[in-house]
């Protein structure tokens, strides 16, 4: 009976295997019976603070979660708005029907999802005390007032089972564009001086292979004399300026010809931006011979002007051809096509030698069938390696400057008055500078004895103010120059030019710089002005000299 009792009252517990063994009041037998020794005291408990707990979520309304009541209310208000819309739109098919109720279930199962997640969250986070939220945390870094690092974004996972091409362009795809503070306007304008200076110390280090070019090129001249002769026209084309060869084949061609009876020979310089048909056809009537049987006043339609030629030429044939040498046809102020239907004309002449030269790669394009059988072409590649401008009187000087300038957006300082002239007089060869110092001097000797009569027949009585603004007038207008046979003459007399087609040649440099205009006067003669002001024609004078 006690023994009974005994079990009855201390019922033995589980003990889990590695857990210590408790402390278990030991029983004294006396007797034949079971007598605890000690009062039995209760289950220890742990002192500790719960930290985490399985989360019991309340039932309220009848037991209804409340992440269900809210994901039927969502899911009634986006049927309400599904069929307002349907209503509105005038109804769908069965499949786009379907289509919309696969896509509603699927977003209102991820926000089931979604809502599910936000709540376990939440309610996890309302268990833990914030004291022990704090110990959770970790640690940062970063110090107080210290903006937060921005997070390096991950670069995008090429798609799956692209082919090897698509691969290396996913590869090698550009980054994001970096914008530089750097603009055009922040750059200084290109002068003539920095030009000059930096075109002189410069050295091409292709100098002899360029000369091997130009006189394998020369070795060509007996042929295209030949092709000349048999009423062909030669087109020069290839990289590189070809004035220089151009200038080479006149100096041959007078080379092959009696010195009594030189050809005649015209080079126009087709790259200048402001030349004109007109002019080009001026320029070849003002050599023709017998120039004193033509009208002194020249039509002023080109296609009358291309008349006269023709006709003069029918009339007093030359004795030996006219050569016309043409530096780049296929330039702006020559390509258009009434330009290319007079040359073409002029072309099939039986007294005029045609020889132009081409830069770009498209101007074959300039002629159709007929004018190529008017002009009948022999081409010839000249390719030369040549610059278009080397800083020594082959090309534009000015034109170089101002096309940078242009190029960048902004003008620079005008190529004309003494400044401008001063340049290109410093890149000209020393005769030409000299025929220049004739034609100023000349000038203004005749400016001054203008002047001096002059005052010698106006009335006392005139204001000394206007008098001294009489004297300081231009003579950039077309009321004082040189004759061209007095200009010549004195050129001569100095040994600048041996010929006149050497005179001729040195002119035309001026004329493609604008630094001497010409006019006709009452007798028909040629007449050379200066466009400068009496106190610039003074200063270039004194460059000169000096």
């Known amino acids: 009976m006690d023994r009974d009792l005994g079990s009855e009252n201390n019922t033995p517990s589980r003990r889990s295997r590695g857990r210590p063994r408790?402390?278990?009041?030991?029983?004294?037998?006396?007797?034949?019976?079971?007598?605890?020794?000690?009062?039995q005291s209760a289950t220890p408990k742990s002192k500790g603070k719960l930290l985490f707990a399985t989360p019991t979520k309340p039932l309220t309304n009848g037991f209804t979660p409340l992440r269900i009541q809210n994901a039927d209310r969502s899911a009634r208000r986006k049927s309400a708005r599904t069929l307002i819309e349907r209503t509105l739109a005038g109804g769908l098919s069965d499949n786009e029907d379907l289509e919309k109720e696969d896509d509603l279930a699927n977003k209102i199962r991820d926000e089931d999802d979604s809502e599910t997640d936000t709540e376990e969250s939440q309610d996890e986070a309302q268990e833990i005390p914030d004291a022990d939220v704090a110990l959770l945390e970790t640690p940062s870094k970063r110090g107080p007032g210290r903006p937060a690092r921005a997070r390096r974004k991950r670069s995008p996972t090429p798609p799956q089972n692209l082919p090897p091409h698509e691969q290396y362009f996913f590869q090698n795809r550009p980054g994001n564009s970096k914008t530089s503070s750097n603009s055009i306007s922040s750059l200084s304008l290109l002068s003539h001086s920095s030009y000059h200076s930096a075109i002189s110390t410069y050295s091409d280090p292709h100098t002899s292979s360029i000369s091997f070019l130009h006189s394998l090129h020369s070795r060509s001249f007996p042929q295209w004399v030949f092709e000349l002769s048999q009423r062909f026209s030669i087109c020069l084309y290839g990289y590189g300026s070809k004035r220089?060869?151009?200038?080479?084949?006149?100096?041959?061609l007078h080379s092959k010809y009696p010195t009594s009876a030189?050809?005649?020979?015209?080079?126009?310089?087709?790259?200048?931006?402001?030349?004109?048909?007109r002019q080009l056809l001026t320029t070849i009537i003002s050599v023709l011979p017998q120039e004193a049987s033509l009208p002194s006043k020249l039509p002023s339609q080109p296609s009358d002007l291309l008349d006269l030629i023709l006709s003069h030429l029918n009339d007093q044939p030359p004795e030996s051809p006219i050569y016309v040498l043409i530096n780049s046809l296929d330039a702006p102020s020559l390509r258009r096509p009434n330009t290319q239907h007079l040359l073409a004309a002029l072309s099939v002449h039986s007294s005029i030698r045609l020889v132009i030269t081409c830069d770009t790669p498209s101007f074959p394009l300039l002629w159709d069938i007929t004018l190529r059988e008017c002009f009948n072409w022999v081409f010839h590649d000249t390719t030369t390696f040549v610059p278009y401008d080397d800083g020594k009187g082959t090309g534009e000087v000015g034109g170089v400057v101002d096309s940078v300038n242009e190029l960048m957006g902004r003008k620079g300082a005008s190529g004309k008055g003494r400044e401008g002239v001063r340049w290109v007089l410093k890149s000209l060869p020393e005769n030409a500078r000299g025929l220049y110092r004739i034609l100023i001097a000349e000038i203004l000797a005749s400016a001054d004895e203008g002047g001096e009569n002059e005052d010698a027949a106006n009335d006392d009585d005139e204001p000394d103010e206007a008098r001294n603004t009489r004297g300081r007038r231009g003579n950039g207008d077309e009321s004082s120059g040189v004759d061209y046979r007095v200009l010549y003459q004195k050129a001569v007399e100095e040994f600048l030019c041996s010929s006149e087609m050497a005179?001729?040649?040195?002119?035309?440099e001026f004329h493609d710089h604008q630094m001497v205009v010409s006019r006709r006067d009452g007798v028909g003669g040629e007449v050379l002005g200066v466009p400068l002001r009496r106190e610039e024609m003074e200063g270039v004078l004194e460059d000169l000299l000096g």
């Open 22 to 39: 408790q402390n278990v009041q030991e029983d004294t037998i006396v007797c034949g019976s079971i007598e605890p020794s000690e009062p």
């Open 244 to 252: 220089a060869l151009v200038t080479s084949f006149a100096d041959y």
């Open 262 to 277: 030189p050809p005649t020979t015209v080079i126009i310089n087709g790259y200048i931006p402001t030349l004109t048909v």
């Open 503 to 508: 005179f001729r040649t040195l002119l035309k």
